[in-house]
């Protein structure tokens, strides 16, 4: 079950739990308040309380957003999230830390704050596993009837993972006219009376149309008796897909869905709200990471020898199939393709020095791309920019790849938080289908959602090579 925020589609059952976890945080202030003071009384700082944990509830969720602890797409098991969890009440309680600096009227004391991120650590834990028990039932999953067992469905049946499934449930699928089925027996269901009786038996939330020829008997007067009658959703398999999975699925997709799609507006303004903010965000991370860069330049230039250049330039393919010239650190041999011929990067790739597989794992190597943000070539937030080599093999062979440059690139994406390092033709189609999204339903909210959950890829060192 989703629901649709700043154009985006957002699980109902994430946004009750972070709900939850928001008041579990701001009542752990209070109780770490209580806890103390009750034993060791000291002075706190003049502002209410209650102003001081909706801040601190905000700080924390923010954190544990970063995190990557509320997308649905998060695979890490008890030890992983126990530890996600554990950064992200450190991370808040530094700043908080921090923030007595600036507004003394916060202060609340050392002890205060070790409570609170003790008491914030086993509530917000404790919320996950009653969350994990509950979303794992069909409490918020819409009951789904799907109209189609042919060719089409495919892409529902490859939706096997629990998490995958998270949001719905399957009731069965019917058969149209014209369909090749390809649905087990057990899934199919005989539509002895009319759809609507199937409908109010099997309680169906939601009808996905799914069939592979809609010129066959397609059964208008029944799906209006269930939309009207009963209200029941009905939805078209590419907007199903779209939601549940967070991508456009090629192999279901027709040229006119990108003419009459609800998606891949522009306007003046939105960008130049975008070049504005990666203007400010790419100046002040270049000032915060001024340290890291010198060092890093120094680190290449003793590893590699001082002869050796600590940058390298790369042509790329940009908006509207611009080409431009990429920047960043070294972190391959300088004759790493000497034979002129481009090449994928690999896992373990033997062409990687010693330094600059720390600096990939970091992603440090990126760090120059925000010079390529302040000259305009980039993003900080969009499709990952390809070589002139590459695409134009990829345009030959990959349908629809050319419209991933219908807008800029960026130095982190949408498919870089849902699918790890691509180096095949394959891994490239999968990609696409999240840059069809992100190029589809971009917008300034999406853009800093991205940023954040890229921490934690950062931090985890997801699909680096």
Known sequence: MAIRLFRQYVSLPIVFLLAAEFVVLALSLSAGEALVLRYYPNPIGGAPMWLEALLYAFTTSVCLMAMGLYSVRMRAG?????????????VSIVVAALGFYIFPETYLGIGILLATAAISVIGV??????FYRLVNESLFKRRVLVLGAGQRVSSILQLRRRSDQRGFHIVGFIPAAGDRITVGKDKLLEKNGSMLELVRKGRVDEIVVAQDDRRQEFPLQELLDCRLEEGIEITELMNFLERETGKVQLDVM?????????????????????????????????????????????????????????????????????????????????DAEKDGKPQWATTDDARV?????????????????????????????????????????????????????????????????CYPYGSSEQD???????????????????????????????LWGKGAR
């Open 428 to 458: 490239a189609m999968e990609k696409l289908k999240y840059d069809m999204y992100y190029a589809k339903n971009q917008g300034l909210m999406f853009d800093l959602a991205i940023l954040l959950q890229t921490v934690e890829v950062v």
């Open 254 to 334: 027709s040229p006119s869905w990108f003419i009459f799609s609800d998606g891949f507006n522009r306007s003046d303004f939105g960008d130049a709200l975008k070049r504005a903010f990666d203007l400010v965000a790419a100046t002040l991370l270049f000032l915060l990471f001024l340290p890291v860069i010198l060092l890093v330049y120094l680190g290449i230039k003793f590893t590699d020898g001082f002869e050796q250049p600590a940058f390298y330039s790369q042509r790329r393919v940009g908006l509207r199939g611009e080409v431009f010239t990429i920047r960043k650190f070294r972190s391959m041999a300088v």
């Open 125 to 130: 834990g404790a919320t996950r596993l009653v």
């Open 78 to 90: 008890p030890f992983g999230i126990a530890v996600r969890i554990g950064v992200a009440v450190a």
């Open 353 to 417: 020095t010693r330094l600059g597989a720390f600096l990939r794992k970091t992603r440090l190597d990126e760090v120059p791309q925000l010079f390529n943000v302040l000259a305009g070539d980039m993003s900080f937030v969009g499709p990952r920019p390809e070589r002139p080599e590459f695409v134009s093999h990829l345009n030959e062979v990959i349908p629809y790849y050319r419209e991933r440059h219908c807008v800029k690139p960026g130095i982190t994406g949408w498919a870089q938080l």
